[in-house]
C-alpha cells in the first residue's frame, strides 16, 4: 500500500474514521487517507486490453464495464494519451 497522492510506503497509522476504519497518514507529503479509498494502480494487461477495445472503438461505457476501472480514471488515461 502506498500514498494515493505521492506513492510514498513511509505510511503511519493515524487513528480512525468514524465508521472504525484505519486511517492512515503519509510521512512524506502529510496526505491522510483510509485503506479503502486508495486507488488500485491499473496494471499493464489492462491498459493494453482498453488500448486494444479503444482501436475497436468501443464506447467508454462498455470499456468500464468489462474491464473494472473507474470512468474516471478511463478519461483521465484517454487525456494522457491524446497529449
Ligand atoms: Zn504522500
Redesign the pocket.
Known amino acids: 500500500m ?7 510506503t ?1 505510511i503511519i497509522r493515524y487513528g480512525h474514521t468514524h465508521y472504525g476504519k484505519p486511517r492512515f497518514r ?6 491522510q487517507f483510509v485503506e479503502n479509498a486508495t486507488r488500485q494502480p491499473i496494471d499493464e494487461a489492462t491498459r493494453q486490453l482498453i488500448d486494444k477495445l479503444l482501436l475497436e472503438e468501443m464506447p467508454l461505457a462498455a470499456i468500464v464495464r468489462v474491464t473494472g476501472v473507474s470512468r474516471r480514471w478511463l478519461q483521465l488515461y484517454l487525456k494522457q494519451k491524446n497529449q
Do not use: E, H, I, N
Open positions: 502506498g500514498c494515493p497522492r505521492c506513492q510514498s513511509a503519509c510521512r512524506d507529503c502529510s496526505r
